[in-house]
């Protein structure tokens, strides 16, 4: 079973629309990321947290320790939004290795 | 400010062969990573550096091998490439070991095709 298990696998939606990502994860974690994709293969890095909320623009990124789970959320979703969003975990007391979750395509209709 | 810069974008190899990957970072980094991405399958580290002068291995490292002669470059080389280390391989840099320096910043990605 995988480490990091993020649903849905592929996500559509109408502009405008709020988007919810899940990751689930079954390890003690110090540190959770969220990543985006871009369709031309670039990855840039949007969240970093350990609890609480983080919020940047129309994304927030939420953390649940306890129940070993995490949202990203893209409130008044737009075109541009389109791509594959990753989850990744680094582990309590693992190394540099980051679990990465098998990421979430999401597709923006105008 | 290139960020994380990758040599070449893309390269078609036949089996045997061998090649080097070049990674490099303008930003004073200390640590940098080498993955690749699989169709199907997340990112996995092949390996990587905490430093000028180390290198560790990843969760992938088999048929890999890597050097950090100079801070702001990582090198991925493949000394008989297979069909199986067919993948888009990426390099990525973090600052530090600090909270708040965790955030790791991607290079473009090298596609590579072992026929």
């Known amino acids: 079973k995988n480490e990091v298990e993020q649903s849905p696998q592929n996500l559509t939606a109408q502009e405008g629309e709020f988007i919810t990502i899940n990751c689930s994860y079954s390890v003690g974690i110090s540190a959770l990321h969220w990543l985006q994709q871009h369709p031309g293969g670039g990855i840039v890095s949007l969240f970093m947290l350990s609890s609480g909320k983080k919020k940047h623009g129309r994304l927030i990124a939420t953390i649940n320790i306890q129940e070993k789970h995490s949202s990203l959320h893209i409130t008044a979703s737009h075109p541009r939004d389109s791509a594959v969003y990753i989850c990744?975990?680094?582990?309590?007391?693992?190394?540099?290795?980051?679990?990465f979750g098998k990421g979430t395509k999401l597709t923006v209709n105008p | 400010n290139a960020g994380v810069t990758q040599t070449p974008k893309f390269r078609v190899l036949k089996t045997g062969q061998s090649m080097t990957l070049l990674c490099a970072q303008d930003m004073n980094h200390e640590y940098m990573y080498w993955y690749r991405q699989d169709p199907g399958m997340g990112l996995r580290l092949i390996h990587y550096s905490v430093g000028e002068g180390t290198t560790a291995k990843g969760e992938v490292p088999d048929g890999y091998n890597v050097s950090r002669l100079k801070k702001q470059n990582f090198l991925l080389g493949l000394e008989s490439a297979a069909p199986s280390q067919t993948s888009v391989y990426f390099c990525?840099?973090?600052?530090?070991?600090?909270?708040?320096?965790?955030?790791?910043?991607f290079g473009p990605g090298t596609r590579l095709l072992v026929l």
């Open positions: 990525a840099s973090r600052a530090g070991v600090f909270w708040g320096q965790e955030t790791q910043y």
């Open positions: 990744a975990v680094k582990k309590v007391g693992g190394s540099e290795k980051l679990v």
